[in-house]
């Protein structure tokens, strides 16, 4: 598998480290460093004013000495940590902080107007410094007149020191920046990387038709729904595939036995294996035959008009106690062979409902169908009415083989049988139950079972009960 979505948060981590170092070593020095002259240089000229206005004028005043005013200077600089001088008019140096310095020097070339409009000056000031300096610069007036000037000198050396030690805290800054980057990076991959390449690797699985592989997360968040949410649909999809299986052979199954057996009877009967007299039996056998066949493919039919939502529905009211009554009554010749009896425990005289009366019935016989056949000679079938808010519930109760647990939820598919009834009586076609349901969905109402293995079943079924006439 590529690892693609990795690799580019790879790339893009790196890229990161490497673009923020970039950032740092250009751009945050160059602003750092014009910051840094910025206010060196408008902390020297505020100097220089001051060291122009107050002492440097005593000394042209004469209230002041010039050695008085030469140590005065030489204690600001040691303090400022820079070269302060002043200057006559010709360039000519009168003091200099600097204690190893003659102040007889003169300045070649000096020329006060090439600092322009600007009070300062950067670089090595008429070759006085060997190396880059900033000279801010104030004159010294007395009466209107210039006299000389104050200059303070700092070597630009010094502001690039103190900038690269700024520097050096950005860089620690941005290391434990990219130290967090790569703390999310571990977090990144444990937490959404990692359970991602184990969903998409468990959909190709399933894509390949394999649905046994889950996806093990446990994480009560997105990423464990998602994964949960998956296995879910994989299960499903896995039993899909097997109860289309099962459904295909189903109905071959349903379909080929009758059509086997009348096959052989009229192969039997055409080639003169069952003689004349003996026709009569078979052929009656050829009609239950294909009376089943009939009735599978009616049922089929009938499924599949329900399938199609708002199939007609011919809602009415109606006694249901009677109708259980009389579907009860239709059944007589069956229970008779088999020895059941009937007990009905209906509410009241009447009890009446409004619902599609013949589809109702149909509910009714196929569920009393199933509880005769698959109850043991001589037992007893249960039917029971109660009125319970503003529903009439109908039970069909009966102490016959019951249905296996696994099976309960999938007696409602269509042609589903369980083992139990499937060697027993093959002549169900497993659609009785999955007609029942759409019936009763289509009333809008719900059908719920309880069953035992081995003691019995009920089906109990809600309908609504019809609105009695409010008296004028
Ligand atoms: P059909 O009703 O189409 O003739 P059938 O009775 O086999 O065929 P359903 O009525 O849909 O099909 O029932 C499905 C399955 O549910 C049955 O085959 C049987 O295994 C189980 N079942 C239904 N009712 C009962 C019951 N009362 N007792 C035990 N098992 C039942
Ligand atoms: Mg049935």
Same mark, same amino acid.
């Given at each position: %598998?590529?690892?693609?979505l ?41 100097? *220089? ?14 209230? %002041? @000495? ?7 200077f030489?204690?600001?600089? @040691? ?13 000519? =140096?009168?003091?200099?902080?600097? &204690? ?32 880059? *300096?900033?000279?801010v ?57 990692? &359970? ?17 592989? /889950? ?7 997105? %990423? ?8 879910? #649909? ?20 349903d ?6 057996? =009348? ?11 069952? &003689?004349?007299?003996g ?33 007609? #529905? ?10 259980i /009554? #009389? ?7 069956t229970? /008779? ?19 599609? #009366? ?23 079938? *249960? ?6 808010n ?13 249905? &296996? ?38 009333h ?9 293995e081995?003691?019995? *079943? ?15």
């Open positions: %598998m590529k690892r693609t990795y690799l580019k948060f790879l790339l893009g981590y790196v890229l990161f480290g490497i673009l923020g170092f970039i950032t740092v070593s250009t751009l945050t020095s160059h602003l750092t460093l014009n910051y840094l002259k910025k206010q060196t240089i408008s902390s020297l000229y505020r100097e *220089t004013n001051l060291l122009a206005g107050n002492y440097a004028s005593n000394y042209y005043r004469g209230t %002041m @000495t010039l050695n008085d005013v030469e140590s005065h030489k204690a600001v600089a @040691t303090y400022f940590d820079t070269d302060i001088w002043v200057v006559d008019r010709n360039g000519h =140096i009168l003091i200099n902080s600097r &204690p190893d310095s003659a102040n007889d020097e003169t300045i070649q070339n000096f020329d006060i107007s090439s600092f322009g409009t600007k009070y300062y000056q950067e670089g090595t000031f008429f070759d006085m410094f060997s190396e880059n *300096t900033l000279s610069f104030s004159p010294i007036t007395i009466g209107y007149k210039v006299r000389g000037y104050v200059l303070i000198h700092k070597p630009l050396s010094e502001l690039t020191a103190y900038k690269d030690g700024l520097l050096n805290i950005s860089y620690i800054t941005l290391a434990l920046i990219f130290l967090c980057a790569f703390i999310v990076l571990i977090l990144f991959t444990f937490i959404i990387y990692i &359970p991602i390449r184990k969903m998409t690797r468990a959909a190709k699985d399933y894509s390949s038709g394999n649905f046994d592989t /889950k996806i093990d997360i446990h994480t009560n968040d997105e %990423m464990g729904y998602l994964a949960n949410s998956i296995n879910y #649909m994989a299960t499903e999809l896995s039993t899909l595939e097997e109860d289309q299986r099962k459904f295909i052979a189903n109905v071959s199954h379909f080929r036995s009758p059509l086997t057996s =009348i096959k052989g009877y009229i192969e039997a009967i055409m080639d003169g294996t069952i &003689p004349h007299e026709q009569d039996k078979y052929l009656n056998i050829i009609l239950f035959e294909t009376e089943r066949l009939n009735k599978l493919t009616h049922s089929m039919l009938e499924l599949n008009k329900y399938g199609v939502k708002g199939s007609m #529905m011919d809602i009415g009211d109606f006694d249901i106690n009677h109708t /009554k #009389m579907v009860v009554q239709s059944f007589e010749g229970c /008779k062979e088999k020895k059941i009896s009937f007990e009905l425990i209906l509410t009241g005289q009447t009890c009446i409902v409004s619902a599609d #009366m013949s589809k109702i019935q149909q509910v009714l016989y196929n569920l009393i169908d199933n509880a005769i056949k698959f109850s043991h000679p001589e037992s007893s079938i *249960t039917i029971e009415t109660t009125e319970k503003e529903k009439v519930f109908i039970s069909v109760k009966d102490t016959g083989i019951g249905i &296996p647990k696994d099976s309960i939820k999938k007696i409602w598919e269509r042609f589903y049988k369980t083992d139990l009834s499937r060697g027993k009586d093959k002549r169900g076609t497993g659609l009785g139950l999955a007609i029942v349901k759409e019936i009763i969905s289509s809008n109402e719900n059908i719920n079972v309880i069953s035992t081995g003691v019995g *079943t009920e089906f109990i079924f809600t309908l609504p009960m019809a609105q009695k006439e409010t008296e004028l």
